[in-house]
RNA sequence: GCCGGUUUAGCUCAGCUGGUAGAGCGUCUGAUUUGUAAUCAGGGGGUCGGGGGUUCGAGUCCCUCAACCGGCACCA
């Protein structure tokens, strides 16, 4: 006999060789009809797998969180065949389950277009209602190398190529059909259900390679019932109401053009809006000690070929050429101009750290297909800093980076960052023995600040590692924002030096950091983030005043110049509509406070607000209201614990 | 950049198998002076994304370019 242990502690004997499925049949029978995978020694396998003496078994419902990856996945192989079976000769490469749902990727001769999935998903509500079962069979390499060659699946030959030698070869097969696979997979078609949808078709490149084929995708989203599936639909839908592209056109923000694609053209809300960010980033950093300057958008060739730029990022940059042949180039960075700044006049030891801000627009011509609104341009406005510290310092100011970044997106109501960890790539410049350094400063600073981070191998600037700090926008997509970046290399290149305290010049280290990292980027996402509803603060317009007659015209025309006065972003509505439509209005247009004006208020010279979202009013006196709305409109308080440091002396 | 899709009035969209364009909202004009999510009436507005082709005739079919949308790749 075999004993194993059930997750209630309890210990259960039973005949070797048995399954997950006896073990379920052996508690009860009504147990076996529900389960569909075991938990073995916490991994998650088919029940049709023997279990081993002494293992914990815990047995798995449809309905359990860990089943919906199954379900998804079983959607997939389900997905598969019906596109075989509709369309024989289709090949098959991968079809993994994914966030929300699966794909699964086809090469054909004809693409599938949006009107195939209808077709599709019909089969595969036919393949599913047949419940028939999944068995994993282990087959030779031979024998799958024959089967595959024969069938033209030349994908799965790859993939069978790349397992392992001694790992076990593993087919599921679904009635006639069968795919290479991993597993592990439900009892039947059956169990993956009818809540999913077939959502698009994309291209996508063979083994995420663009050197590779494009093969087919189809998307699905999939969950274990149709009201969670409904709740996502529903979920899709909003989101796409808070779409930046969408409120921007509604909200009169921004628009864009054909004759500068990726270039945003702000109109006066907008631009209010973009201001204002910079105002509140301006006396952030003002506080945490640094200068702000400005450099050229355009120079010449040989700085960007000192900066490196020119060898490792020549593609991504605008190139201008003047009458008299030079070559010039729009500056996709403002690093060198900052270099050159510095590289003014000698600096001490006792001028670091010395931290240079610029709200610097760079040009960087982006693939076409990357473009979407906001969040990915060719032109863009950062909150831009270079930090010229000692090595000594590195690792404390890293630290302040991070506090202050971390600071500026809880103002914003971002408490939820995920920060990533990119190091060396390929195509770098510098020696191995400074990066180790430059990694070691960035890993030092986020492990005490207790932060936890991802580290993504590899993907780090040509000139540094970096920090990327990552919000999500509305439809779940992540988006880096801020970034932090050492850099050993440019001073290097640029010849920068520092007087050390033995007189010794010295080359500083160099810290790249944007906190918003792009303005256009960041207020696409606050934009989606608030759905439009932008707190008062940051409100293009906060409030509107508008009349109920005309007879409070007058009165109209002083409570906005005294708000105006104090400060506040006002417009009147005077014209001659109901009050009702006016309300209705402006309450589309998200406008935060509603003053609204009748003969009662111009008689006792008081106001009447109703705020964005509420059907209630208020009335109060004008400078009641003054004070009300002033309090309320001022930007976060910067945290008082970030004082001017010591370098604050030398200025 | 790659695969697929889309592009008709300011916005959202309709226009069957080719026979020289429509709706709602907005805009404008007039009337209405109005109390918290749409007052009524009338009038303008489009070289159907650009270019080329097929045809007696193209918004509609074909080619091409561009932008946009969804993915993929890219993202210093």
Sequence with gaps: MVRVHLPDGATREIAPASTAADLAASISPSLAKRMVAAAIDGQVRDLSTPLPDGATVELIGRDDPRALELIRHDLAHVLAEAVQSLWPGTKTAIGPAIEHGFYYDFERDTPFTPEDLPVIEQRMREIIAARTPFTCEEWSRDDARAHFHAAGETYKLALLDAIPEGEPVKIYRQGEWLDLCRGPHMRTTGDAGTAFRLT??????????????????????????????????????????????????EMNLFHFEEVAPGSVFWHPKGWRLFQTLI?????????????????????????????????????????????????????????????????????????????????????RYEPSGALHGLLRV???????????????????ECLKVNDLVLSIYRDFGFEDVRIKLSTRPENRIGSDESWDRSEAALREALDRAGHPYTIFEGEGAFYG?????????????????????????????????????????LAPVMLHRALFGSLERFTGILIEHHAGHLPLWLAP?????????????????????????????????????????????????KIPVQIALGGREAEERTVTIRRRGATDTTTLSLEDAVQLLMSEAMAPAAAPNEQVSHEGMTE
């Design 541 to 589: 317009v906060q409030a509107v005043v508008a009349t109920v007659t005309g007879a409070a015209d007058d009165w109209a025309a002083e409570v906005a110049r005294t708000l105006k006065a104090a400060g506040l972003r006002v417009e009147t509505d005077l014209r001659n509509e109901k009050i009702g439509y006016k309300v209705r209005e402006h309450a589309l247009a």
């Design 465 to 505: 590692p970096k920090l990327e700090y990552v919000l999500r926008d509305a439809i779940g997509r992540d988006w880096q924002c801020g970034t932090l970046q050492v850099d050993f290399n440019l001073p290097e290149r640029f010849g920068t030096t520092y007087v050390a305290p033995s007189g010794e010049k």
């Design 378 to 396: 060719r032109s863009f406005t950062q909150d831009d800093a270079h930090i010229y510290c000692t090595p000594d310092q590195l690792t404390e």
């Design 200 to 249: 698009r078709v994309a291209g996508a490149y063979w083994r995420g390679d663009s050197n590779n084929p494009m093969l087919s995708r189809i998307y699905g989203v999939a969950f274990a019932d149709k009201a969670t599936l409904d709740a996502h639909m529903t979920m899709m839908a909003e989101a796409e109401k808070r779409d930046h592209r969408r409120l921007g056109r």
């Design 279 to 363: 105002g509140y980033m301006r006396d952030r950093q003002e506080q945490a000690g640094y200068v702000e300057v400005n450099s050229p958008d355009i120079m010449d060739r040989t700085l960007w070929e000192t900066s490196g730029h020119w060898q490792n990022y020549r593609a991504n940059m605008f190139l201008a050429e003047t009458v008299d042949d030079r070559e010039y180039a729009l500056k996709p960075m403002n690093c060198p101009g900052h270099m050159l700044i510095y590289g003014q006049g000698t600096k001490s030891y006792r001028d670091l750290p010395l931290k240079l801000a610029e709200f610097g627009k760079v040009h």
